[in-house]
């Protein structure tokens, strides 16, 4: 038990011992390896574009239920034990809701949140489709794709070329660029970690 012997050796010192937790393999081996939970992927979309943040507008009882529509209903768990966690999460049905559900908020720039990921890649200036890449991928997460999946939002970025904001033409179709990179991120596999 590492974590116990480095209690021990350190005197009981917490500070040690979370250092020695914090810098372990299997610390870091442990970050995105859970499938986030219904409740987890609405709540930090919620929180990611930025809506309903303050005094309660229409809709927020929808959004209540939505964990229920991807098979968690929150004030009905499957047992005494709660929900269990992992792969049972996605199937067929609420794989695809999820992906709606969280693609249709970060593609909808009228967000404050999505409007402040839009500006802060737009600060950046003149980038390279590489570039839109990871910036949308350090803004919305940060998240870690595989190399195939990175490749592939690489190759659609490139598509359309460099992103430029010079002009309220440029701009506009940027804009577009930025939010629909963001949808094509949170559709991938690795978005459903946490």
Not at 19 to 39: I, Q
Not at 105 to 132: A, F, K, N, Y
Request: charged share 25%.
């Amino acid at each position: 038990n590492i974590i116990g012997d480095a209690f021990i050796i350190s005197g009981y010192d917490i500070r040690s011992t979370l250092r020695v937790l914090f810098k372990s393999d299997f610390f870091k081996d442990a970050r995105f390896a859970k499938v986030k939970s219904p409740a987890e992927v609405v709540v930090g979309t919620m929180n990611l574009v930025g809506d309903f943040k303050g005094v309660p507008k229409p809709g927020l009882y929808a959004i209540g239920g939505e964990p229920a529509n991807m098979g968690q209903d929150l004030l009905n768990p499957p047992s005494v034990e709660g929900w269990h966690t992992g792969a049972e999460w996605i199937d067929s049905g609420s794989l695809v809701r999820r992906i709606n559900f969280v693609a249709d908020r970060v593609g909808d720039i009228s967000l404050p949140g999505v409007r402040d990921i839009v500006s802060r890649v737009r600060s950046q200036g003149t980038m390279t489709p590489e570039q839109l890449v990871e910036s949308c991928l350090d803004l919305i997460g940060p998240v870690q794709v595989n190399d195939s999946t990175h490749q592939e939002l690489v190759a659609h970025a490139r598509r359309s070329g460099e992103v430029l904001w010079d002009a309220e033409e440029t701009s506009d179709t940027s804009t577009r660029r930025v939010t629909e990179m963001l949808q094509l991120i949170v559709s991938s596999r690795e978005y459903q970690f946490g």
